[in-house]
Nanobody, 117 residues
């Protein structure tokens, strides 16, 4: 079992920045990917960014150049630096831990990000 605790959401004006953090605890293996997904009202959950333990990253086209994902393997923590935020970035952001050995996904409880005009 892997437990994820997120922090850092909130309300920000368009053009502002926020930093999300997600700490994993429990049975955290050495072969995994961690990332962020988001879900806006009435929409499906979508990938924002993901990073492997080795540092390979993948971003949604809509956030490339604005968001940066990083991780601290010693702390089992993943970060999402969000700059130049737009109202369309408003959503609940969920941390994801993807176990690669026997594929399985764990999810955080979600943190609200609201970008006002």
């Amino acid at each position: 079992q892997v437990h994820l605790v997120e922090s850092g959401g909130g309300l920000v004006q368009a053009g502002g920045s926020l930093r999300l953090s997600c700490a994993a605890s429990g049975s955290v293996g050495s072969i995994n990917a961690m990332g962020w997904y988001r879900q806006a009202p009435g929409k499906q959950r979508e990938l924002v960014a993901v990073i492997t333990r080795g540092g390979n990253t993948n971003y949604a086209d809509s956030v490339k150049g604005r968001f940066t994902i990083s991780r601290d393997n010693a702390k089992n923590t993943v970060y999402l630096q969000m700059n130049s935020l737009r109202p369309e970035d408003t959503a609940v952001y969920y941390c994801n831990y993807h176990r690669m050995t026997t594929p399985y996904d764990y999810w955080g409880q979600g943190t609200q990000v609201t970008v006002s005009t």
